[in-house]
């Protein structure tokens, strides 16, 4: 007999590359240590990297034993629909989304990924990778590189490469806090210094490396590049991209950011306890500002910026309640 579920909130797994940072130490409270830390993976169903429960009576629990003693209770009826199964291993069924937290403090390699049915034909032991990131702070002149130059062509590019000068022909902006950028498979992008963000996607770690800015890793090479296959996998006539505009929802305090195939974003401003999820469908909150309680949430803790809660699909309505100030948030789920 297993115990009934209630929100989760998950212990958090740190990844260390070179262009990390502190902010995730200092500026979302995360226990990283006194060394830089790129990533922190909130919500995670990965071979080598699982989400383990924090408090109450199913804490030590993996997100992967939660799926395999639960099943419809926790991802909702649908499950069969929403599960990524790697490509190379359609049995082993993982949770379909990844949630994590991104400090670069120094500019990012520029890469691409392929979608679900380039990973299929090349055998990849992952679906391929969407994703979207949501701007949480933003040192003034910072960049984001995504999608190409208006009018470049598979021909410039290349020759671009041979040349070492492709960074010329990327889009970039720079953004402010808020900013949610959305990134489908094929789509050529970076985060610059100074960026921290939250990012929702696939569950996926296939990633095609195209420039790295001459840098070499920790070994003192310089990292591999995947030239064939990002070459192959760009979206060349996708041209520019910019964020998102957020469309209001009729009758909530929410705006819609994103609505894919892989995911949907609301955004929620609310000062008032507000009601969610009851729907039969998992939920993800991703706290920004603000501190909220969930009465249900067996850590009894206060939720704030850098926060995560899952909630199972099997709950009633869960009332977030703002504490002392105006709360937002994301609500993660698929449709």
């Known amino acids: 007999m297993h115990p009934p579920l209630y929100p989760l909130r998950f212990q958090p797994i740190f990844q260390r590359y070179l262009w990390g940072g502190h902010r995730l130490r200092t ?6 240590g006194p060394q830089p830390c790129a990533e922190s993976w909130e919500i995670c169903d990965r071979p080598h990297a699982q989400s383990i429960v924090r408090a109450g009576p199913l804490a030590g629990r993996s997100l992967r034993e939660l799926i395999e003693q639960y099943g419809p209770q926790l991802l909702g009826p649908t499950t069969e629909d929403i599960y990524a199964p790697p490509i190379a291993c359609p049995t082993n069924r993982r949770f379909p989304l990844l949630v994590k937290f991104l400090d670069a403090a120094q500019t990012t390699s520029v890469q691409v990924h392929p979608d679900d049915a380039q990973a299929a034909q090349w055998n990849l032991p992952d679906p391929g990778k969407t994703e979207a990131w949501i701007v949480l702070a933003a040192d003034p002149g910072s960049l984001i590189y995504a999608g190409l130059l208006p009018g470049v062509d598979e021909k410039q590019f290349r020759q671009a490469i041979q040349k ?11 953004p402010k806090v808020g900013d949610c950028i959305f990134l489908p498979a094929g789509t050529i992008h970076a985060l610059g210094g100074g960026l921290l963000v939250a990012e929702i996607q696939q569950n996926s770690d296939l990633t095609f490396r195209l420039y790295d800015w001459g840098r070499v890793g920790p070994d003192g090479n310089p990292r591999p590049l995947h030239l064939a296959q990002a070459l192959a996998t760009i979206r060349f006539p996708q041209g520019p991209v910019f964020p998102q505009t957020p469309q209001p929802l009729p009758q909530k305090k929410a705006t819609q950011l994103i609505q894919c195939p892989y995911f949907t974003i609301h955004q929620w401003q609310i000062d008032q306890p507000q009601p969610l999820g009851g729907d039969g469908r998992f939920h993800l909150f991703v706290f920004l500002q603000g501190h909220a309680a969930v009465e249900t949430d067996a850590s009894g803790a206060l939720l704030g910026p850098g926060d995560c809660l899952f909630l199972p699909a099997c709950l009633a309505p869960t009332p977030i309640r703002p504490h002392a100030e105006k709360l937002t948030f994301l609500d993660v789920f698929i449709a």
């Open 27 to 32: 500026g979302l409270g995360k226990p990283t």
């Open 164 to 174: 070492g000068s492709c960074a010329e022909l990327l889009h970039r902006f720079e």
